[in-house]
């Protein structure tokens, strides 16, 4: 029997998540690229062409940029190495004292342990209202991830870097989350598993992330991933998953605990579930991409793009930094027209989860069903359009054999 505290808290929780759902459409996030300088030499990297040239916005720049920003919810960092960047507190509080961000997610190579752990102090510090979720990028156990990053040693260097962030984990509670992204690509999808296991075990982590290689990467063979492993890596990507979800809201009474856990995995079972139907078979999204509503990339440059996968809609240096004549640009209400017409769709993991939030089919129906469906990776049934033809096909003309893997993904 639960305790009228119990109930009183778990229907609380219930409230706050209903009345989070219906979200107007507005700015809420936005992706920016706060230098072109990177120590890396990443394989996987789609950004390479950008890297290591010159014009990043200026301190000044990105102060009159705010100014004329909106208040929205969450800043994703990106780059380049953002440590590289020595005035990146300065940029962070900016955006906290002009645009009140509440969500800051703070990606890093490691190649800079020292860097990341006294910016993360201080972002907290200065910035009361923030979260941060400090990512290591971790592509493998060290020799893969050494290969594939393009720098000797980088393993052991993040190893150092996340325990060196271990007296800020305990220091700061649930206001900093410290995570890995791993990026899931030829050379290590075999690996993917052995490396969630090792951080698992060392709890040195609140979350551990899983993205689909994704644009034009340097090293193009990377994308070639066969699809019937990726079904199999899901599978044991939820199980990681629920074991981070487990850890991460222990302390919460049994049915808030039980909603939390539900709505983590199943958001993230969703996006992989749909990462996996746009990479085996093209499908497309259950819902509408917001990408230029709802967020917004800007590059180091000042250049701005509904998302990442998209052409340039121009340069805000030549709106004088003014951010709103930019977003009440006609250049920017047709990129949306545009984008709601071509209905087009990748794996971008930022913009699923951001249309995600803006849609109450999305959060109500698949999220809910992504986690009741969470064991069901190996049984082929979604996305069933293919998986229907490849079985019939299969019957049709025994031997059995396994799916043909993807050409390419098709983002
Ligand atoms: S993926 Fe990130 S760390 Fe790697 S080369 Fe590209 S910008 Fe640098
Ligand atoms: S679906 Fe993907 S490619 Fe299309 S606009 Fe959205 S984020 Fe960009």
Redesign the pocket.
């Known amino acids: 029997m639960m305790s009228a505290k119990a109930t009183k808290s778990t229907a609380a929780e219930l409230y706050r998540f209903l009345a989070s759902l219906k979200r107007e459409e507005r700015l809420y996030e936005v992706i920016f690229f706060v230098t072109s300088v ?5 394989r ?5 062409k950008e ?1 290591n040239r010159s014009g990043d916005l200026s301190l000044d720049e990105i102060k009159t940029l705010t100014r004329t920003m909106p208040s929205f919810h969450h800043l994703i960092l ?4 953002p440590t590289l960047r020595r005035d990146l507190p300065e940029i962070v509080r900016l955006f906290s004292v002009n645009n009140h961000i509440r969500f800051l997610n703070f ?3 490691g ?1 800079k342990p020292i860097i990341a752990r006294d910016f993360t102090r201080r972002m907290l510090v200065e910035n009361p209202q923030l979260t941060i979720s400090l990512n290591f ?1 971790v592509d493998g156990l060290a020799q893969t991830h050494d290969r594939i ?2 720098v000797p040693g980088n393993f052991h260097r993040i190893e150092r870097a996340i325990e060196m962030v271990q007296p800020l984990r305990r220091e700061w509670g649930k206001r900093l989350w410290v995570g890995i992204n791993t ?1 899931i690509c030829r050379e290590n999808y075999r690996e993917v598993v052995p490396l969630a296991h090792y951080f698992l075990e060392r709890e040195l982590l609140d979350g551990h992330y899983f993205q689909i290689i994704r644009g034009d990467p ?1 090293d193009p063979g990377l994308k070639k991933i066969p699809g019937s492993h990726l079904r199999e890596l899901y599978s044991d990507i939820v199980r990681i998953q629920e074991a981070y979800a487990a850890r991460a809201f222990q302390d919460d009474d049994p049915r808030a605990r039980w909603l939390k856990r539900m709505i983590y995995v199943g958001t993230l079972n969703f996006h992989h579930r749909i990462q996996f139907a746009n990479y085996t078979c093209g499908a497309s999204w259950p819902m509408p991409c917001t990408a230029g509503q709802t967020s917004i990339v800007i590059d180091y440059n000042g250049d701005v793009r509904a998302c990442e996968l998209r052409g340039s809609l121009g340069n805000l240096r030549d709106y004088d930094l003014d951010f709103r004549a930019f977003w009440q640009s006609v250049v920017r209400a047709r990129e949306v027209e545009q984008i709601e017409r071509d209905r087009c769709f990748c794996t971008h993991v930022c913009f699923i989860h951001d249309s995600m939030r803006f849609s109450l089919r999305a959060q109500l129906l698949e999220v809910p069903k992504s986690y009741m469906m969470r064991h069901a990776w190996q049984r082929p049934r979604w996305p069933s359009p293919l998986a229907r033809r490849q079985r019939s096909a299969r019957s049709r003309h025994a031997p059995l054999s396994a799916p043909a893997p993807p050409t390419s993904p098709s983002e």
């Open positions: 990177c120590n890396a030499k990443c996987t990297c789609f950004y390479w890297l990106s780059g380049g190495e990606p890093t190579n190649l990028s990053r393009g990026t340097l």
